[in-house]
């Protein structure tokens, strides 16, 4: 893990959530999932405390096979990888960058919807927390260099302080079956429900290189 400030040491950081109250279970939670996103960013920190509220209004455990909609690219989608193991890579993870720090976790269901809970921060909750309020504002009067202990300090404090909760229904989405089918520009073969007339995406609209 990147350490670039004293405050993001892993040692720092435990003595931080030791006086926040973090129980030491999600302690070691916190410093894995800082591990993966390579640093502490305050993102990623309550995200934390996110995924495992939801686990907790879900009334499941870790191990379980559980499905999630995190509504931001930004940090957030690291916290379901490492503490509730939904990622990109399982097909178990959507993201919708919607712009709103909150996710969306339900078990697996047999029928066309599911029962989930949708966790996010609370503005008018963030009020108790003047530094973390700032900094989600994304303010001017956030100082990184001098306030990131702080920000660290009122995270943990708060913990779910800042969160609030809902009960929602999602849509599941069913695997279907595909066939390989080769694009008549590079050769390369895609499932079927990828092609966009007879070229792949990155022979068309997804296209993101050029041959060097």
Same mark, same amino acid.
């Given at each position: 893990?990147?350490?670039?400030?004293?405050?993001?040491?892993?040692?720092?950081?435990?003595?931080?959530?030791?006086?926040?109250?973090?129980?030491?279970?999600?302690?070691?939670?916190?410093?894995?999932?800082?591990?993966?996103?390579?640093?502490?960013?305050?993102?990623?920190?309550?995200?934390?405390?996110?995924?495992?509220?939801?686990?907790?209004?879900?009334?499941?455990?870790?191990?379980?096979?559980?499905?999630?909609?995190?509504?931001?690219?930004?940090?957030?989608?690291?916290?379901?990888?490492?503490?509730?193991?939904?990622?990109?890579?399982?097909?178990?993870?959507?993201?919708?960058?919607?712009?709103?720090?909150?996710?969306?976790?339900?078990?697996?269901?047999?029928?066309?919807?599911?029962?989930? *809970? $949708? =966790?996010? #921060?609370?503005?008018?909750?963030?009020?108790?927390?003047? @530094?973390?309020?700032?900094?989600?504002?994304?303010? +001017?009067?956030?100082?990184?260099?001098?306030?990131?202990?702080?920000?660290?300090?009122?995270?943990?404090?708060?913990?779910?302080?800042?969160?609030?909760?809902?009960? *929602? $229904? =999602?849509? #599941?989405?069913?695997?279907?079956?595909?066939?390989?089918? @080769?694009?008549?520009?590079?050769?390369?073969?895609? +499932?079927?429900?990828?092609?966009?007339?007879?070229?792949?995406?990155?022979?068309?609209?997804?296209?993101?290189?050029?041959?060097?």
């Amino acid at each position: 893990m990147q350490a670039d400030h004293p405050e993001e040491r892993p040692d720092v950081l435990k003595a931080s959530m030791a006086r926040g109250g973090v129980s030491p279970a999600l302690q070691e939670e916190i410093l894995r999932l800082a591990e993966f996103h390579t640093y502490p960013a305050p993102g990623v920190l309550i995200g934390a405390f996110m995924v495992d509220y939801a686990m907790e209004l879900l009334g499941v455990k870790k191990g379980l096979k559980l499905y999630g909609v995190c509504e931001t690219p930004k940090c957030l989608p690291d916290a379901l990888q490492v503490l509730a193991h939904i990622t990109i890579g399982n097909n178990r993870l959507r993201i919708i960058p919607i712009g709103k720090f909150a996710i969306t976790m339900n078990l697996p269901s047999e029928h066309a919807t599911a029962d989930a *809970v $949708r =966790v996010y #921060v609370d503005l008018a909750k963030l009020k108790k927390y003047p @530094t973390v309020d700032i900094w989600y504002a994304n303010s +001017p009067a956030f100082d990184k260099k001098t306030m990131k202990g702080q920000l660290f300090d009122e995270i943990f404090r708060a913990g779910r302080n800042i969160l609030s909760f809902e009960r *929602v $229904r =999602v849509t #599941v989405k069913k695997k279907e079956k595909w066939s390989s089918v @080769t694009c008549s520009c590079c050769g390369e073969t895609i +499932p079927d429900y990828l092609m966009e007339s007879d070229r792949c995406g990155a022979c068309g609209s997804m296209k993101y290189y050029e041959m060097i």
